[in-house]
């Protein structure tokens, strides 16, 4: 089970924490983790992937340099930092998760992932 949280009204420019707590299932090394996006009337989009021990990382090319996915897979959380946030952010967040052990790769595909969070709002104003 994923609980996302963090989402919340920022000005453009500024940043926000999203948090992803995960429950039940195998220990948080063997998952892939990701975060998805998704804006009123469009699709749900790859935002940023981690490898289930860390170390590989994968970013959308409109977050990239601005946002960093991370894990604390002692703790069962994933987060994903976002700064210099614009208009275009705003969106539903989910975290989602997928058990590949050993995973060499990080899929953008949403239809790779097995698990999702209910998602959190964030909204940037101009």
């Known amino acids: 089970q994923l609980q996302a949280s963090g989402g919340g009204l920022v000005q453009a420019g500024g940043s926000l924490r999203l948090s992803c707590a995960a429950s039940?299932?195998?220990?948080?090394?063997?998952?892939?983790m990701a975060w998805f996006r998704q804006a009123p009337g469009k699709e749900r989009e790859f935002v940023a992937g981690?490898?289930?021990?860390?170390?590989?990382?994968s970013y959308a090319d409109s977050v990239k340099g601005r946002f960093a996915i991370s894990r604390d897979n002692r703790n069962k959380m994933v987060y994903l930092q976002m700064n210099s946030l614009k208009s275009e952010d705003t969106a539903g967040y989910y975290c989602?998760?997928?058990?590949?052990?050993?995973?060499?790769?990080?899929?953008?595909?949403?239809?790779?992932?097995?698990?999702w969070g209910q998602g959190t709002l964030v909204t940037v104003s101009s």
């Open positions: 981690i490898r289930g021990s860390g170390g590989i990382s």
């Open positions: 989602a998760a997928v058990y590949i052990p050993n995973a060499l790769t990080i899929s953008t595909s949403a239809r790779s992932y097995s698990f």
């Open positions: 039940g299932g195998r220990v948080l090394s063997g998952y892939n």
